[in-house]
């Protein structure tokens, strides 16, 4: 029974080449997981910015009205904002806003629904900074912000 237990031991010692497949999967395991990182952190980024774009627009938007579409209320004066007006102003603020980062970007939305706050949504194309295969090659981000004018 020494000849079973020697050999075992001797394999024990022996254990060349053993750790290569573990650095490798590791390694890959690795580069998987920094290209998500940066793949998310990018598509992160991009909405923001994208969000930032549609914020200014809403802002301008409910900034849309005439000075006779004013009228006093028992809270206060307030404005009476009209879709066409919202539409032309943040029509008018994206074509002298630069954003020529966005691909395809695309005034899905800019009206009011209640007379009072402007919505806009906006959309463009995000594309990862590397294409992978578990990556997309890029998909339509949306973001729609709202904005109110207010007089005190």
Do not use: C
Not at 20 to 26: D, H, K, N
Not at 77 to 83: A, F, G, K, N
């Amino acid at each position: 029974m020494n000849g079973p237990s020697w050999m075992n031991a001797e394999r024990m010692r022996n254990d060349e080449g053993s750790i290569l497949p573990l650095t490798i999967f590791y390694g890959f395991l690795s580069l998987v997981l920094i290209l998500l990182v940066v793949a998310a952190t990018s598509l992160y980024i991009e909405r923001k910015r994208l969000f930032t774009v549609a914020d200014g627009a809403a802002l301008v938007g409910a900034e849309a009205f005439r000075l006779d579409a004013i009228t006093r209320t028992a809270a206060g004066y307030r404005p009476t904002l009209q879709s066409p007006d919202v539409a032309a102003a943040v029509t008018d603020y994206l074509a002298s806003t630069p954003h020529d980062d966005f691909e395809s970007l695309h005034i899905d939305r800019a009206e009011t629904v209640d007379g009072r706050s402007a919505t806009v949504e906006l959309s463009a194309y995000w594309r990862p900074p590397v294409v992978s295969l578990l990556v997309p090659q890029g998909f339509r981000i949306d973001v729609t912000a709202l904005a109110r004018s207010v007089f005190y």
